[in-house]
């Protein structure tokens, strides 16, 4: 492969795991990073969501060797436990299988391990501190500045991989210099994120191997355990209109009443709520579209760089993840930078554009499906389909978080017809011991057909 060194910008975790696969390549790999150094540095309070790895993130970290490092950060979340008002208890368990679980991790947590990964297995040092400042895909220029001394300085752009973020510089330059299209769509909700505290002794006050959530119609809380005892909280919410909006929460006076009013259960667990609340900076989602990923071979955007996604499917992370070992992949077939570049785009895109689908649909879900009364019955239905027929129905939730050899645009393909499956099933009935076997199978045959070959993992 020539040339055998790379330019990196970002290190945060596409960046950090992409120079691992690098590495592994035996390229020699020059990370920039414009944060300071999160090992050394805390992450501003409030401004991560709580991370869940799944199979497909699972999958890039076992084949780029880097697993290990990363295991003793992670918590198991077998399903979701749903809070309603009146305080009463509702388990979903993900899967059906004891493999089909979902792990709890802190952003600053992996991401340093997997920077102390880099640095102690292959001697990836990056440069922190240091902000693209300029480039040029003509004149094949870079032009960094350091921000510890304030210099210039240029270096060759080619080749460049830029895992810069949702907000990348590298993307604003190929939509200026090469017509890249590119839409950013913000949601009209935010989050703030909280701390629900360990109990005296360190245990967790609420159930630590589950993702809380408190499902309220057009908004939500979520919880997500921490290795400490405490959980991570985030409050997703309008960002205007009417009393239950982030435009209506001014005081200690405001957010008490919006919590007891709603999630009466959380207010003795969380003591510094209104605090947290009103010293918090509120976040802001959105998705990222973007046409053309390669600039003229040059250069190639990786991860949210390309196709950032909101959170609700926890699949962002995983998306980026996959797309390091989907690149690494492509290097190695064609041990050509320019080549590997240009068919990234069509690789990935239709799959990165159907699990940015998935996740606004999965919003849906959580806030507002869960509460239906026909919510759980689909969802024992859908178990029972996949115990009958395990080459043709997989419920989609699965096929995303469970299923690596499955790409992102057949489980959205295949979850539309299952959806349909499922209505059709469940619209005269209230148990799953009404529906016809027979039914059951003749309505799956005729709507589904078997999953290709190349789909099916051995499990």
Same mark, same amino acid.
């Given at each position: 492969m020539t040339p055998?060194?790379?330019?990196?910008?970002?290190?945060?975790?596409?960046?950090?795991l992409m120079a691992i696969y690098l590495a592994r390549l035996g390229v020699e790999v020059t990370v920039y990073e414009r944060r300071p150094d999160s090992r050394k540095v805390d992450m501003d309070a409030g401004r991560s969501i709580n991370l869940a790895l799944a199979d497909r993130g699972i999958h890039?970290? %076992?084949?780029?060797?880097? &697993?290990?490092? #990363?295991?003793?950060?992670?918590?198991? =979340?077998? +399903?979701?436990?749903?809070?309603?008002?009146?305080?009463? !208890?509702? /388990?979903?368990? &993900?899967?059906?299988?004891?493999?089909? #679980?979902? &792990?709890? #991790?802190?952003?600053?947590?992996?991401?340093r391990a997997l920077l102390d990964h880099a640095q102690r297995r292959y001697g990836i040092a990056p440069r922190f501190l240091q902000?693209?400042?300029?480039?040029?895909?003509?004149?094949?220029?870079? #032009? =960094?500045?350091?921000?510890?001394?304030?210099d210039s300085y240029t270096r060759p752009l080619a080749p460049l991989i830029a895992a810069d973020g949702a907000g990348s510089v590298v993307r604003r330059a190929m939509t200026g210099q090469l017509g890249v299209q590119v839409v950013e769509d913000l949601l009209d909700y935010? &989050?703030?994120?909280?701390?629900?505290?360990?109990?005296? +002794? +360190?245990?967790h006050q609420i159930e630590r191997e589950a993702l809380h959530v408190w499902p309220r119609g057009g908004f939500m809380l979520i919880a997500l355990p921490n290795l400490d005892g405490s959980f991570t909280v985030t409050l997703f919410l309008a960002l205007k209109g009417g009393p239950d909006s982030f435009a209506a929460?001014?005081?200690?006076?405001?957010?008490?009443? /919006? /919590?007891?009013?709603?999630?009466?259960?959380?207010?003795?667990?969380?003591?510094? !709520?209104?605090?947290?609340f009103l010293e918090h900076p509120i976040g802001r989602m959105g998705t990222v579209y973007t046409d053309q990923w390669s600039a003229?071979? %040059?250069?190639?955007? !990786? +991860?949210d760089a390309?196709?950032?996604?909101?959170?609700?499917?926890?699949?962002? =992370?995983?998306?980026? /993840?996959?797309?390091?070992r989907e690149l690494d992949r492509l290097l190695r077939a064609t041990g050509d930078w320019t080549a590997a570049f240009e068919q990234f785009t069509a690789l990935r895109k239709p799959n990165t554009d159907a699990i940015a689908a998935m996740a606004l649909e999965n919003f849906t879900e =959580?806030?507002?499906t869960v509460r239906e009364p026909k919510f759980l019955l689909r969802k024992e239905l859908s178990f029972e389909l996949e115990r009958r027929h395990p080459g043709r129905f997989i419920p989609r939730y699965s096929m995303v978080m469970f299923h690596h050899e499955i790409p992102y645009a057949v489980a959205r393909e295949r979850g539309e017809i299952q959806a349909g499956i499922l209505a059709s099933l469940t619209e005269h009935v209230d148990s799953i011991a009404s529906i016809s076997p027979d039914r059951m199978d003749a309505v799956v045959r005729e709507h589904l057909e078997p999953l290709a070959q190349e789909f099916r993992a051995a499990r």
């Open positions: 055998n060194a790379v330019t990196m910008l970002g290190a945060g975790l596409s960046g950090a890039a970290l %076992r084949q780029a060797e880097a &697993y290990d490092a #990363v295991a003793p950060l992670l918590i198991p =979340m077998r +399903g979701r436990m749903l809070h309603a008002v009146d305080g009463t !208890l509702t /388990f979903v368990q &993900y899967g059906q299988r004891p493999h089909e #679980v979902i &792990y709890s #991790v802190s952003r600053p947590g992996l991401t902000a693209a400042r300029g480039l040029d895909f003509e004149s094949d220029r870079l #032009v =960094m500045l350091d921000e510890v001394s304030g935010g &989050y703030k994120e909280l701390t629900l505290p360990a109990a005296p +002794g +360190g245990a929460l001014h005081s200690r006076t405001d957010v008490e009443a /919006f /919590f007891a009013r709603h999630f009466p259960d959380v207010v003795p667990r969380m003591p510094a !709520l209104a605090r947290e003229n071979g %040059r250069a190639v955007l !990786l +991860g390309a196709h950032a996604i909101v959170p609700f499917h926890g699949q962002g =992370m995983n998306a980026c /993840f996959e797309d390091c =959580m806030r507002d």
